[in-house]
């Protein structure tokens, strides 16, 4: 049996955007030391963000500074 292949059936039109998509894609460094901690600041910091008197810039700032710190150990 020969393998199937996708192909763009009319059908499928509300998929198309979805499997373009990966062409147009950024993803994340992982390939890069100091993302680890880059994205432990997300996970850990981010919520407070939107948290009740939390303060988006003093949080991704928070985010950045870490980030920076991190590259910069690198």
Known sequence: MLPQRWSPIPGNK???KFLAAPAN???YPFGKMSWARASESIKEHIGNAVAPNGSPESVL?????DARAA???E
């Open 25 to 27: 894609s950024e993803f």
């Open 14 to 16: 509300p998929l198309w």
């Open 71 to 73: 590259e910069d150990a």
């Open 61 to 65: 700032g928070k985010i950045a500074q």
